[in-house]
């Protein structure tokens, strides 16, 4: 059982910031560790392709371990990551804007986003449903996709988003609005079909199965080290 002292005796994320800027070894990778799997997950979603994601977080990672020196303290740490994670998978799905692939390699993405004994055990109907989601979705510009990924799927209040993002509020609720407008005749079928399904377009409505498993992600410092990206 932990007592007060042991919880006083944990550093927050801030000060594990500083202790890396400092020069810890190890500072940064508790960081990872703590937060990862989130960051797995906006990234997962937004770009709704597995490699993509990885990429995208670990061109956050290394941007955030760059650039730790430039940390104020004017937000929480996990905000400066999260937006450095939105702004990396923002700029991998501009970069993919002008090289999009065949009908065939997407379908193949999606069929990778289901944990294998998920998709052995989970029924065809639903299958296609996760996979018409993630297609409705990711035809949003990027934008509004990053905005309602934060807000319905990630379940972000508006203010925090607009802190990840580093837009005004109105911004999110706007792009929010515009988007859930696009998705909405895309996704209204599904909710006919799938009595108990609700549409991604619904308010914080996470992506139903949309499996996202936390070792998909970098792991440590070690995976940080040799990339690129920009803060």
């Not at 801030?14 to 797995?40: Q, S, T």
């Amino acid at each position: 059982m932990s007592t007060d002292s042991d919880k006083a005796s944990i550093p927050t994320d801030a000060d594990l910031l500083a202790l890396h800027v400092k020069g810890d070894p190890d500072a940064f990778g508790e960081i990872v560790r703590r937060h990862r799997d989130r960051l797995w997950a906006v990234a997962l979603r937004t770009l709704s392709d597995r490699e993509e994601a990885a990429d995208a977080v670990q061109d956050a990672l290394v941007s955030a371990y760059r650039a730790a020196h430039t940390f104020r303290g004017q937000s929480a740490v996990t905000t400066w990551l999260h937006r450095i994670t939105v702004n990396a998978c923002l700029d991998r799905a501009r970069k993919a804007a002008s090289r999009r692939t065949s009908p065939v390699a997407e379908t193949e993405r999606l069929e990778q986003l289901l944990e294998p004994e998920e998709s052995a055990a989970a029924p065809a109907e639903r299958q296609d449903l996760h996979r018409e989601l993630l297609s409705a979705l990711r035809t949003l510009p990027e934008e509004q996709r990053a905005a309602l990924v934060l807000v319905d799927m990630q379940g972000y209040p508006v203010a925090e988003a607009a802190a990840i993002l580093d837009i005004p509020t109105g911004t999110v609720k706007s792009r929010c609005a515009r988007g859930r407008a696009r998705l909405l005749p895309l996704v209204t079928h599904l909710r006919a079909d799938n009595g108990d399904s609700k549409p991604a377009s619904g308010g914080r409505n996470r992506a139903q199965g949309t499996s996202v498993p936390p070792t998909a992600g970098p792991k440590d410092t070690g995976a940080v080290k040799g990339g690129g990206g920009r803060a």
